[in-house]
């Protein structure tokens, strides 16, 4: 299990899918808990890029991977 998401990064649905879009991702990551109906679009762009889909157990686990202290549907982690 990762202990957090190293480089750059991006989180939340917003700004995951504008990083979708602009191809900039190397990976994203959704929360196994987060509503499907908010997160469905971004795993049917995301397969359709070819991305890497990780999934983690929660939204609060997936927000401590990102360093942040509220939980959070969705991340990327970014090209270089």
Same mark, same amino acid.
Do not use: F, G, H
């Given at each position: 299990m990762? =202990?957090?998401l190293e480089g750059? *990064? %991006?989180v939340g649905i917003k700004?995951?899918?504008?990083a979708i @879009? =602009?191809?900039?991702?190397? $990976? %994203?990551? !959704?929360a196994e808990d987060a509503e499907?109906?908010? !997160?469905?679009?971004? /795993? *049917?762009? $995301?397969k359709e890029r070819s991305l890497?889909? %990780?999934? !983690?157990?929660?939204?609060?686990?997936l927000g401590k991977l990102c360093g @942040?202290? %509220?939980g959070a549907a /969705? $991340? $990327?982690t970014l090209k270089l």
């Open positions: 990762l =202990n957090k750059k *990064k %991006v700004q995951t899918q504008k @879009i =602009n191809m900039r991702c190397e $990976a %994203v990551y !959704i499907a109906k908010l !997160i469905e679009p971004l /795993v *049917k762009l $995301a890497e889909l %990780v999934y !983690i157990d929660t939204m609060k686990s @942040i202290d %509220v /969705v $991340a $990327a």
